[in-house]
């Protein structure tokens, strides 16, 4: 039996962890296949866009945002923050959004919104419509608002394409409203693929869209368009010492979008299945013990009638003499390796609820494979992290 002193558990800060008060830390992960509910978004680019293969770039740009930018907001959201003092002082930020379908539904970066006490959008010009969160999901970095008023005219709905089918080099180009201007477009190249960027919360967000489309302060939240006129990203992040556009920008893939967006209009939250656990990387542990594996995901919790615990996965557990005894490590799942968290993640957004996998764990000095049947929650509270 592989056991550590207390003197070692101390010396990792994994006691107060262990003990807290309800302290049962989950593991879930980026929704994919998520629980179906019946929302349906545009896929048809608009009529009026020229086929880009006979079109010249010039008029392919002018055409697209001729029949798109209508349909591109700008998100206002007011929060409150306490001063040195302890006053509640007013703060204003913005960022861009588009809309989705005819129920006045905006798709924006859940950074933007994140906090806001109130929201309101504009199609351009000084106009102002009061807006409603309707759901965010800080993993992906993705909410969906909606119009408490709307325009007398019918909305211009921004069609989603399908991210999974790009490749480098093909053209993109940005609507949005850096800096506060209104429906500014930026056009690129999409300059790489499956880059993984972390969302405020550092969860990974995997496959990310890198572009060279100027990307700055204001466009998060905007879309990132094909040629044809229709999304294949969620403007997000650049990366830039200065904070502005240095040519490299990434989006969140908007097949994302698709799958937990019609969760966030059902639920106003993404519901994932998930393990149930509390873990530590074993190679962050690496330095401060000597753990029987080199890499994988160390069970220190086990929340009680979780998926985890349903399946006799086990945490870590005091011994007699005050020893501890280690928990599962996690190395696998469905035959494919797990050497950190950010992996468990990656494959449980393969699955949804009712799924069983197999996880090969690492458990009283030898390798063994155990199923686990993915269920929801005990706890919803625990859902958001």
Excluded: C, W
């Amino acid at each position: 039996m592989y056991r550590l002193s207390a003197r070692q558990i101390l010396a990792v800060a994994l006691l107060s962890a262990l003990f807290a008060a309800g302290a049962i830390a989950v593991v879930g992960h980026l929704g994919n296949r998520l629980q179906p509910s019946g929302a349906a978004f545009g896929e048809t680019a608009p009529p009026t866009i020229t086929d880009p293969a006979v079109a010249t770039d010039e008029q392919n740009n002018i055409e697209l945002y001729r029949a798109l930018s209508p349909g591109v907001v700008n998100v206002h959201s007011t929060s409150y923050a306490r001063d040195f003092f302890g006053f509640a002082e007013q703060q204003e930020g913005s960022g861009s959004g588009s809309v989705i379908d005819q129920e006045g539904n905006i798709l924006t970066n859940y950074h933007v919104i994140e906090g806001a006490t109130k929201l309101a959008v504009s199609f351009g010009g000084q106009k102002n419509y009061a807006a409603q969160l309707v759901g965010g999901d800080p993993d992906t970095d993705l909410a969906v608002i909606k119009l408490l008023e709307r325009p007398k005219e019918p909305l211009t709905v921004i069609a989603l394409g399908d991210s999974d089918r790009l490749e480098v080099g093909q053209k993109v180009l940005a609507i949005g409203n850096p800096f506060g201007l209104d429906r500014t477009l930026t056009t690129g190249v999409i300059s790489g693929l499956q880059r993984p960027i972390q969302a405020r919360n550092r969860r990974t967000i995997e496959g990310a869209i890198q572009t060279d489309a100027s990307i700055n302060p204001g466009n998060s939240g905007g879309p990132l368009l094909d040629s044809h006129g229709r999304m294949i990203g969620i403007n997000s992040q650049i990366l830039s010492p200065s904070g502005a556009s240095a040519g490299v920008g990434f989006a969140v893939p908007v097949n994302i979008a698709k799958r937990i967006v019609p969760q966030l209009l059902r639920f106003g939250e993404v519901r994932r299945p998930k393990l149930g656990i509390g873990s530590r990387n074993v190679q962050s542990l690496s330095r401060q013990l000597d753990l029987p594996v080199p890499d994988g995901v160390l069970i220190l919790q086990v929340a009680p009638g979780d998926a985890a615990a349903s399946a006799g996965l086990r945490g870590l557990t005091q011994t007699e003499n005050g020893d501890y005894e280690i928990g599962d490590i996690i190395l696998g799942m469905d035959g494919e390796k797990i050497a950190t968290t950010d992996d468990l993640y990656r494959l449980l957004d393969k699955h949804q609820f009712g799924d069983t996998v197999q996880l090969q764990i690492y458990r009283d000095g030898r390798r063994t494979t155990v199923p686990v049947r993915l269920t929801a929650p005990t706890n919803r509270g625990t859902q958001r992290r």
